[in-house]
């Protein structure tokens, strides 16, 4: 088989591979809180049929090599953790985190989920928890009677009852970070699992120990640029056709020696 047909459709592959996650990305640009994800590229191993600096004869060496490479691939895939723009809404149970740091959420099974998203809601206990009604950790809960909720900069969660003019703090938002906040895993719904990659989680109250703060009223939007993701979807479709070029190209000449 000419080696070109190999070469390209690894290009094909790759490209094909590059559009799934341009298309991930701008699925999401209205999920709250999404990160973009980038696709890395890397070429494969080369044949190597004359080495640079081999001799040529006694006296002289060749100045460069013989080399074919062998096409390319996705080594992995990075999420951009820059921040995304706020949207305030009318919610006082909405939050956003300003800087870094991810909220806790407890799974059903007992594992500990990160996410930033802080569209928040009660539950019919009071609890606060997420848009799939999951509890937000350390468990927080609102009096059936609070007539209103503040929640300041450094987490801390307050109410206002009936009949009583100073507010009382019920709970306390905190927040974690890692080593390598790029290495948690994706598992849907907004949420991240810790990985070895990520490293292990460091706890702390907003806006203390490198922690970003809390914003009340407004919501982290994502932070995939629509007009950067099609510029980067009109590459991979040309990336895409020039590979299927190469196989065409190759396919002739095929078809001519086989004439031959």
């Given at each position: ?144 009677e609070a007539t209103g909720i503040t ?110």
């Open positions: 088989m000419i080696r070109s047909l190999w070469v390209a459709k690894t290009g094909m592959d790759v490209n094909q591979a590059n559009l799934d996650v341009i298309a991930n990305n701008l699925a999401n640009a209205s999920t709250t809180a999404f990160k973009r994800v980038k696709t890395n590229f890397e070429d494969l191993l080369y044949q190597t049929v004359r080495g640079s600096g081999s001799q040529t004869s006694e006296q002289t060496q060749a100045p460069t090599g013989l080399q074919f490479g062998a096409g390319s691939k996705i080594s992995g895939t990075s999420r951009i953790l820059t921040q995304g723009a706020t949207l305030r809404t009318q919610n006082p149970l909405d939050v956003a985190i300003s800087g870094n740091g991810y909220f806790q959420i407890n799974l059903p099974t007992g594992v500990i989920a990160y996410s930033r998203d802080g569209n928040f809601s009660k539950d019919n206990q009071g609890q606060l928890v997420t848009a799939q009604g999951y509890v937000v950790a350390p468990g927080i809960t609102i009096p059936a929640i300041s900069d450094f987490g801390q969660v307050s109410v206002t009852l009936n009949g009583q003019a100073q507010a009382q703090q019920v709970g306390q938002i905190q927040l974690v970070n890692f080593v390598n906040a790029a290495g948690l895993e994706a598992i849907g719904g907004n949420l991240y699992i810790e990985t070895a990659a990520s490293g292990n989680p460091v706890q702390g109250n907003p806006g203390q120990n490198g922690l970003g703060s809390i914003q009340q009223y407004f919501v982290e939007q994502s932070n995939v640029s629509v007009a950067e993701e099609l510029v980067s979807m009109i590459q991979a479709q040309r990336g895409y056709e020039v590979n299927t070029r190469v196989v065409r190209a190759s396919d002739e000449i095929l078809q001519r020696l086989s004439q031959v």
